[in-house]
């Protein structure tokens, strides 16, 4: 019982936390925090660009989305998937291949080669940066 208690708080949060993006915030005013590894290296991170394309997203500008974090979006399936299992507190047939080593290390070159090419100066690589 307290499990699905904390899931239920957990989704609860996230959800609120949507909401105030999607009707509070306005990346256009510059009120969304900076990431402070940009800042401090003036390097894009592979988170940079989410919120900025999560609210985009919310507001069903799919193009502008991508153009703000594409490995977001490419992992919008994934993440969704996360989210029904968390709350629902089920095992689901991906499980098996999903928390296998391959797949995370599979992940994890992803995230890091996506890393290493929007920092690259030059086209096709720039357009992935924010």
Known sequence: MRNRL????????AAGAILLLYFFVKPANGNLPKCLFHEMTNLYCPGCGVQRSLHALLHGH???????????I???PLIIYFVVVFVLDKKY???SFIYTRTFSLSILIF???FWVLR????APFNWLAP
């Open 93 to 95: 047939p991906l499980s």
């Open 111 to 113: 995230v890091i080669g």
């Open 119 to 122: 920092n690259l100066p030059f």
């Open 62 to 72: 799919v193009l502008e989305a991508i153009d703000y974090n594409l490995m977001f």
């Open 6 to 13: 904390l899931r239920s708080l957990i989704f609860i949060l």
């Open 74 to 76: 490419l992992f919008m």
